[in-house]
């Protein structure tokens, strides 16, 4: 018995070690759509490569994507239109599904409107959406859960491509 708790943590930390590794490698292919469209409007968000990088491994991978993401949305505050957020909740609400319960799909409907505003050249908005709240949290878990949602609502769900296109209509610019 005194054996069997002596070898539990030496047989069980590699497997959490790879269990972690294989999480960080699916999240970071998942996040890479956002990533790109992101650092095509960003791109002097990108970090250099370091000396020794391709070493690093997947975590360092990942940590380095959540960062320019991140980072990216920061950049293209002054095009993050409130008329989007807005549009985004009533689309959600209009679907029966409750807005507050989806906060990632209105942030991917914003940010998807911040990266054509930018793509465009458009001015600042006037009235701009707040950053989203769950954003900056330093922790990397969470940020990348946060990250991962927003990013399958910016691909995946239609109101965020409806309510995007709120900031392409003249009338709202």
């Known amino acids: 018995m005194i054996a069997g708790g002596l070898l539990l943590p030496a ?9 972690r590794r294989r999480w960080e490698i699916r999240s970071s292919r998942a996040l890479k759509p956002l990533w790109s469209e992101l650092t095509s409007v960003a791109s002097q968000i990108v970090l250099l490569p370091e000396v020794g990088a391709a070493d690093e ?23 993050r239109c409130l008329g989007v957020a807005e549009e985004a ?15 990632a799909v209105i942030e ?3 940010v998807l409107g911040a990266v054509h505003a930018a793509r ?12 989203a709240p769950r954003t ?13 949602a927003v990013a399958a609502a ?7 491509a409806a309510a995007a296109l709120r900031q ?5 610019v």
Do not use: C, K, N
């Not at 047989?11 to 269990?19: K, V």
């Open 108 to 110: 991917a409907a914003v």
């Open 57 to 79: 491994g997947a975590d360092y991978e990942l940590h380095r994507r959540v960062v320019e993401i991140a980072d990216s949305i920061m950049e293209l505050r002054p095009h």
């Open 168 to 172: 392409s209509d003249a009338d709202f």
């Open 120 to 131: 465009l050249g458009r001015p600042e908005e006037s009235e701009q959406a707040p950053t």
């Open 154 to 160: 910016y691909t995946d769900d239609p109101i965020a």
């Open 11 to 19: 047989l069980a930390w590699p497997l959490i070690q790879m269990r």
């Open 136 to 148: 900056r949290s330093g922790d990397l878990l969470a940020e990348t859960e946060w990250l991962l």
């Open 89 to 103: 909740r009533r689309l959600l609400a209009a679907e029966g599904r409750d807005p507050d319960a989806e906060p």
